[in-house]
């Protein structure tokens, strides 16, 4: 039978909380779901963009999550971990839906006219509620739709590095990529957003 904690579960931090649940403490379980179900349901409806299939992939991590507590490893942290495992079954059923879109680096090469800066802008509209104005949340939608449109290979690069603030370190251990190989793709997908995002604004603002 479980018991209770002695003391508040916000205090606990992932680690105690992990070995907690390979005690057997279902509480502990319950409690890391609830700190990282909204961060990895936002993250999976970037991700994937198709709702049915975030609701799957969303409950297989969490499934996968509560059936490996025999592999954890209490000294890593758990949300990169956790991440890896949404970000491997996202592709896993993209692959399913479709085939893998590729992309020609080469034709991607040119980035003199592209700021950083100016790409996190854009990307942090993306953010607002419906409660912001109008014209920011049309702009909001039309990043969702030039996001959606992306590679899959890029647009996971894209939410991880803009929208979850992971390290390179983090994103090549979650992607299971070299470090060189994230600053590459994620320098592409940087590059491929602003042409996208240029070229729909274009045809928006001829209407």
Do not use: C
Not at 54 to 60: I, R
Not at 63 to 88: E, G, K, M
Request: proline letters at 3%; glycine letters at 2%.
């Amino acid at each position: 039978m479980a018991t209770e904690p002695v003391k508040s579960v916000q205090t606990y931090t992932d680690a105690q909380l992990l070995e907690q649940y390979r005690k057997g403490e279902e509480w502990a379980f319950r409690e890391l779901v609830d700190r990282y179900k909204n961060s990895l349901y936002a993250f999976l409806r970037r991700f994937v963009t198709q709702q049915d299939l975030v609701e799957d992939v969303f409950q297989e991590t969490f499934l996968q999550l509560y059936t490996s507590q025999d592999s954890f490893d209490v000294d890593r942290p758990l949300r990169p971990w956790l991440f890896t495992i949404a970000a491997n079954k996202a592709k896993d059923a993209l692959r399913k839906m479709q085939r893998q879109a590729t992309l020609s680096m080469g034709t991607l090469a040119d980035a003199g006219d592209v700021s950083i800066d100016e790409v996190v802008n854009i990307l942090k509209s993306y953010e607002v509620t419906p409660d912001d104005e109008v014209s920011r949340d049309e702009t909001a939608n039309r990043v969702r739709q030039v996001i959606a449109e992306m590679p899959e290979n890029l647009r996971g690069i894209l939410i991880l590095a803009y929208f979850e603030q992971f390290s390179y370190k983090q994103m090549a251990e979650i992607l299971s990529i070299p470090i060189g190989t994230v600053k590459s793709r994620l320098h592409t997908a940087v590059v491929h957003f602003m042409k996208k995002w240029k070229s729909a604004n274009r045809g928006t603002d001829q209407l």
